[in-house]
């Protein structure tokens, strides 16, 4: 069973840039489609991005393509999201999750992590 930490949240301004990470443990993350979620206050969580196993195929909600990327390092167990030109509508708790099923990655991911605050102000 895989467990999740993410880092890199804080405080940015608009414009700016964070790169969040998440160490995966108690498992071999090339096993495992990774991904990101992000919930605001007061909204359900929603999809970010993901990526498969080797990383050959991602995917990105409409509302942050051309600003974030996910990339893995299988060989260090960490998945990276990388947040250009952030808006305030971007701050949320962002959450990195794995599943063994490709098709549940986007949707129901069975592992996730404990979440990492970012704020952009304005």
């Known amino acids: 069973q895989v467990q999740l930490v993410e880092s890199g949240g804080g405080l940015v301004e608009a414009g700016g840039s964070l790169r969040l990470s998440c160490a995966a443990s108690g498992g071999t993350s090339s096993s495992y489609a990774m991904g990101w979620f992000r919930q605001a206050p007061g909204k359900e969580r929603e999809f970010v991005a993901a990526?498969?196993?080797?990383?050959?195929?991602?995917e990105y909600a409409d509302s942050v393509k051309g600003r974030f990327t996910i990339s893995r390092d299988n060989a260090e167990n960490t998945v990276y999201l990388q947040m250009n030109k952030l808006k305030p509508e971007d701050t949320a708790v962002y959450y990195c999750?794995?599943?063994?099923?490709?098709?549940?990655?986007?949707?129901?991911?069975?592992?996730w992590g404990q979440g990492t605050q970012v704020t952009v102000s304005s």
């Open positions: 999750a794995a599943d063994q099923w490709v098709a549940k990655i986007t949707t129901t991911p069975g592992y």
């Open positions: 990526i498969t196993k080797s990383g050959v195929i991602i």
